[in-house]
């Protein structure tokens, strides 16, 4: 199956050599292209691609913002930034872009990005050695979840997963069950005891005990295996060297 991809950028001419790059890649499937930020996100919703590249600067929304609303809803979607202006670097690699593409770049540096990024996505996982597992100290047994059906109360030992997921902050359990709440990320940390739960990502935080293996994923992302379950979370470069601070 191809990678379905999504263009954005305010120049015809860049959208036209994007276009070209992508769909004579092997294994790319372009899905649409915009030229703001505001069409770039709308076909978001509507297409869910795999990949999105775009523009840093763009009327309305600014590349990284769009990028930093799509996290919100996958962050497992891949972003490439292509930009005049290396100032712009430091911002792309805060949402965790796969690549940074400065303008004008050479069609071989793009064509070896996508090819890179199809093997990423395509590619089994490489093995990498179990993380030793945590012994916790004790924490408090349950959870309190307001939501919009009311209160559920969760054992602390059961949750395994919260992550962010379609603009909206989702708990996973051990035994299957999704619980949907309004709480940020932040808030549901400050309440989770931390000798348990790590916060690997913006979008993620992993119960410790439960952590079964780290895999590489990106230039600067790992994914996190959970035991008991298909999900799975990523991990930045940072939060796993402090990650493994905890097993020294």
């Given at each position: 199956m191809n990678?379905?991809?999504?263009?954005?950028?305010?120049?015809?001419?860049?959208?036209l050599l994007l276009k070209r790059l992508v769909e004579r890649a092997e294994g790319y499937e372009l899905v649409g292209e915009a030229e703001n930020g505001e069409d770039l996100l709308r076909?978001?919703?509507?297409?869910k691609p795999e990949m999105v590249i775009l523009d840093v600067e763009m009327p309305g929304q600014t590349g990284v913002e769009c990028a930093r609303a799509i996290q919100d809803?996958?962050?497992?979607?891949?972003?490439?930034?292509?930009?005049?202006?290396?100032?712009?670097?430091?911002?792309?690699?805060?949402?965790?872009?796969?690549?940074?593409?400065?303008?004008p770049f050479r069609v071989e540096r793009a064509e070896e990005t996508l090819r890179l990024a199809r093997l990423r996505l395509t590619a089994p996982a490489a093995d990498a050695p179990p993380v030793p597992k945590i012994v916790a100290a004790p924490a408090p047994a349950r959870l309190m979840l307001r939501h919009r059906e009311g209160v559920s109360f969760i054992d602390m030992d059961r949750l395994l997963l919260v992550q962010r997921e379609d603009r909206a902050?989702?708990?996973?359990?051990?035994?299957?069950?999704?619980?949907?709440?309004?709480?940020?990320m932040s808030e549901l940390a400050a309440r989770l005891p931390e000798h348990t739960f790590f916060r690997t990502h913006k979008s993620y935080i992993v119960n410790l005990n439960h952590i079964d293996s780290i895999q590489p994923y990106g230039r600067w992302t790992y994914i996190v295996k959970l035991?008991?379950?298909?999900?799975?979370?990523?991990i930045t470069t940072e939060r796993?060297?402090?990650?493994?601070k905890l097993f020294a």
């Amino acid at each position: 199956m191809n990678i379905r991809v999504l263009i954005a950028d305010d120049d015809p001419g860049m959208r036209l050599l994007l276009k070209r790059l992508v769909e004579r890649a092997e294994g790319y499937e372009l899905v649409g292209e915009a030229e703001n930020g505001e069409d770039l996100l709308r076909q978001y919703d509507e297409k869910k691609p795999e990949m999105v590249i775009l523009d840093v600067e763009m009327p309305g929304q600014t590349g990284v913002e769009c990028a930093r609303a799509i996290q919100d809803q996958n962050p497992r979607t891949l972003i490439i930034f292509v930009t005049a202006h290396e100032q712009y670097m430091s911002d792309a690699f805060s949402v965790y872009a796969f690549d940074y593409l400065l303008k004008p770049f050479r069609v071989e540096r793009a064509e070896e990005t996508l090819r890179l990024a199809r093997l990423r996505l395509t590619a089994p996982a490489a093995d990498a050695p179990p993380v030793p597992k945590i012994v916790a100290a004790p924490a408090p047994a349950r959870l309190m979840l307001r939501h919009r059906e009311g209160v559920s109360f969760i054992d602390m030992d059961r949750l395994l997963l919260v992550q962010r997921e379609d603009r909206a902050t989702v708990l996973y359990t051990q035994d299957g069950q999704r619980y949907v709440t309004g709480d940020t990320m932040s808030e549901l940390a400050a309440r989770l005891p931390e000798h348990t739960f790590f916060r690997t990502h913006k979008s993620y935080i992993v119960n410790l005990n439960h952590i079964d293996s780290i895999q590489p994923y990106g230039r600067w992302t790992y994914i996190v295996k959970l035991r008991g379950t298909t999900k799975d979370a990523l991990i930045t470069t940072e939060r796993f060297e402090e990650l493994q601070k905890l097993f020294a």
